[in-house]
């Protein structure tokens, strides 16, 4: 089993910047593709960045490619995402999601069932 609690959400200017962080307690954390999925109102969940066990595969949405960085720090069990340049259009509440397997191909990042466990989100808010 694996519990995943995010922080760092807030309320930000357009063209600012904001840190999430992901925190995992269980193991699996040490043996889990990573990532973060995004909710606007009205809107479906949607993929926004995944990194692999080893941080040498990582995955971005197109929409936010270039201005969001993931990494990880395993001895933290912890997963980033770095937000700059941020716009109105990424406010959502942003969940953090875990695999069970160290390593899938990149293509499947962004599948939702590719991750049985999710946290309980963080809202992001940017106000123009």
């Known amino acids: 089993q694996v519990q995943l609690v995010e922080s760092g959400g807030g309320l930000v200017q357009v063209g600012g910047s904001l840190t999430l962080s992901c925190t995992a307690a269980?193991?699996?954390?040490?043996?889990?593709?990573m990532g973060w999925f995004r909710q606007a109102p009205g809107k479906e969940r949607e993929f926004a960045a995944a990194v692999s066990l080893s941080g040498s595969s990582i995955a971005y949405s197109s929409s936010v490619k270039g201005r969001f960085t993931i990494s990880r720090d395993n001895a933290k069990n912890t997963v980033y995402l770095q937000m700059n340049s941020l716009k109105p259009e990424d406010t959502a509440v942003y969940y953090c999601?875990?695999?069970?397997?160290?390593?899938?191909?990149?293509?499947?990042?962004?599948?939702?069932?590719?991750?049985?466990?999710w946290g309980q989100g963080t809202q992001v808010t940017v106000s123009s």
């Open positions: 269980g193991r699996t954390f040490s043996s889990s593709v």
């Open positions: 999601a875990a695999s069970t397997e160290g390593y899938f191909s990149p293509t499947e990042y962004a599948r939702e069932d590719r991750y049985p466990y």
